[in-house]
């Protein structure tokens, strides 16, 4: 039987015999004749709730979307919106990223929920996605903020003006994998 998740707690299951049901999962109903003429919890039912325990699909209220970078299958909020990343993916404080644009390499200080086209760049006025190197990356992206890594060092400690934050929109940055210019933390 294969299992087909539908989005809002229905799922699709095609039986050995080529029969097409529709099952409601935490309604524990189904479209088969086991469950309408006989009312018992059919194995429509019970196979959706066991692919959902081993991963295979979504449980209700999540969806399966592949992760921007590398395409694994990813489940999450029905409604989340924008670009998803796997685990290895991910960004979080501190990770190492590349720029597609130019090869830099930065660190990420920020992730956050707002998108590319609703952040405005101080400086000018404009938003994240409105800033001429940014038209290759959709508008409606999250931003995250990063500083370049070679802050310049006085004597007397860091210069500020060197470890300021240059927002992006999140697809513009790869990741770097974990271990390599990671700085370490206080
Ligand atoms: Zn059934
Ligand atoms: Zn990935």
Request: charged share 25%; with cysteine.
């Given at each position: 039987m294969s299992v087909l998740a539908l989005g809002e707690g229905l799922y699709e299951v095609e039986s050995a015999s080529d029969h097409t049901y529709l099952v409601d999962l935490e309604g524990g109903r189904c479209t088969c004749p086991d469950h309408v003429f006989r009312g018992v919890r059919?194995?429509?039912?019970?196979?959706?709730?066991?692919?959902?325990?081993?991963?295979?699909?979504?449980?209700?209220?999540?969806?399966a979307v592949g992760c921007h970078d590398c395409g694994e299958t990813v489940f999450v909020d029905e409604n989340?919106?924008?670009?998803?990343?796997?685990?290895?993916?991910?960004?979080?404080?501190?990770?190492?990223?590349?720029?597609?644009?130019?090869?830099?390499?930065?660190?990420?200080v920020d992730v956050s929920d707002l998108r590319a086209d609703a952040v405005r760049?101080?400086?000018?006025?404009?938003?994240?996605?409105?800033?001429?190197?940014?038209?290759?990356?959709?508008?409606?992206?999250?931003?995250?903020?990063?500083?370049?890594?070679?802050a310049t060092v006085?004597?007397?400690?860091?210069?500020?003006?060197?470890?300021?934050?240059?927002?992006?929109?999140?697809?513009?940055?790869?990741?770097?994998?974990?271990?390599?210019?990671r700085p370490a933390t206080a």
């Open positions: 059919c194995k429509h039912v019970r196979r959706v709730a066991i692919e959902i325990n081993e991963g295979r699909t979504p449980p209700p209220g999540e969806r989340a919106a924008g670009p998803v990343y796997c685990d290895r993916h991910a960004l979080r404080s501190g990770d190492t990223v590349v720029d597609r644009e130019t090869g830099d390499r930065l660190t990420v760049i101080q400086a000018t006025g404009d938003s994240v996605a409105d800033y001429a190197t940014n038209e290759n990356y959709a508008s409606d992206v999250p931003v995250v903020g990063a500083v370049y890594p070679h006085a004597p007397n400690g860091v210069v500020p003006e060197s470890l300021r934050v240059y927002v992006f929109p999140r697809t513009r940055l790869e990741k770097r994998p974990a271990g390599r210019g």
